[in-house]
């Protein structure tokens, strides 16, 4: 399984990105698809989560403004972030497990200036 990961960058606060995550994945509708972060000194944190039905669950720090979504057709997943803040400079990994295992991307930095 890999994982690919893009889209992040230098944005002011206010300001949106989407990430994007593509998977080589036989089934990919199967599986549920996951976005970490990870800040500077500090733990990777469980951002978004949407299942193969399509349902979504995130974290209370990104509530309403972050929306992730997946393409089932492109294997891919999206995070769309808006109204980002500095507290959400991070490196952002996208996540899927298969068979107990974990599978990671290589991780996208996205930096948030005040």
């Known amino acids: 399984v890999q994982l690919q990961a893009s889209g992040g960058g230098l944005v002011q606060a206010g300001g949106s990105l989407r990430l994007s995550c593509a998977a080589s994945?036989?089934?990919?509708?199967?599986?549920?698809m996951r976005w970490y972060r990870q800040a500077p000194g500090k733990q990777r944190e469980l951002v978004a989560v949407?299942?193969?039905?399509?349902?979504?669950n995130y974290a209370d720090s990104v509530k309403g403004r972050f929306t992730i979504s997946r393409d089932n057709a492109k294997n891919t997943v999206y995070l769309r972030m808006n109204s980002l803040k500095p507290e959400d400079t991070a490196v952002y990994y996208c996540?899927?497990?298969?068979?107990?295992?974990?599978?990671w991307g290589q991780g996208t930095l996205v930096t948030v200036s005040s």
């Open positions: 994945l036989s089934i990919f509708s199967l599986y549920t």
């Open positions: 996540n899927t497990q298969q068979r107990g295992t974990d599978y």
């Open positions: 949407i299942g193969s039905s399509g349902s979504t």
